[in-house]
């Protein structure tokens, strides 16, 4: 996909509320809008903005900004991060802190969580034949890894990931859409209560 679709050229968008200094975990969104449900997580922070949320809980869309988002990471570098993207595996299935996807192989609408630790490299057997999708240019294991690089500093927290694409290539939603399929739209109620439960964790 050219640049001329996607969104990198934009500046990640910041819920500006009041007293962002005391944040204690940044929710971040991830995903290209352009592309159906691989913006789910960019779909899920606008919805999370309809929520009531602590104060000290900052909502991001991340967009596709890539590793843009450096600025952001370094400035919250001791919040927790949850972020929000869209990914795919090939025919494995990892293992969740919460029993999530505990499948042979997963389906487009499956959800797990990752602890970002374990993007470090992503080498572990808990997460064998992992891959990422990444229309947005960089996925979010690259942007971390090299932020751990260039700054000696890792980031805490967690990742929701969203199959899009099942076993079967014909189920997946790579189309030019603003529109999430059904069948992941119908998810969204379920990754804002796995947001609200690892705000609290």
């Known amino acids: 996909m050219g640049k001329a679709y996607s969104r990198s050229n934009k500046k990640p968008k910041i819920n500006m509320a009041k007293n962002l200094k005391i944040a204690r975990t940044v929710i971040l969104g991830i995903g290209n809008i352009l592309l159906g449900d691989e913006g ?3 779909h899920v922070v606008k919805r999370l903005r ?3 949320l602590p104060p000290d809980i900052l909502v991001i869309d991340g967009s596709t900004a890539g590793f843009r988002l450096f600025p952001v990471f370094e400035d919250y570098r001791d919040c927790r991060f ?3 993207d869209a990914i795919n595996t090939h025919g494995a299935s990892p293992k ?3 029993g999530i996807a505990q499948k042979n192989t997963l389906s487009k609408g499956d959800l797990y ?3 970002l630790e374990d993007l470090y490299g992503m080498s572990g057997p808990e997460y064998p034949g992992m891959d990422f999708i990444s229309f947005h240019q960089t996925s979010v294991a690259d942007v971390l890894n090299l932020f ?3 700054y000696k500093i890792k980031i ?3 990742l929701i990931g969203v199959v899009i694409s099942g076993k079967d290539s014909a189920d997946s939603n790579f189309t030019f859409s603003m529109e999430l399929s059904g069948k992941i ?3 969204i109620p379920r990754i804002i209560d796995l947001v609200k439960k690892y705000i609290d964790y």
């Open 40 to 42: 789910i997580g960019v």
């Open 185 to 187: 739209k119908q998810k």
């Open 50 to 52: 309809e929520e009531k």
């Open 96 to 98: 969740t802190p919460d």
């Open 113 to 115: 969580v990752i602890p």
């Open 82 to 84: 949850i972020i929000i």
């Open 148 to 150: 751990c690089m260039t």
């Open 156 to 158: 805490s927290g967690y």
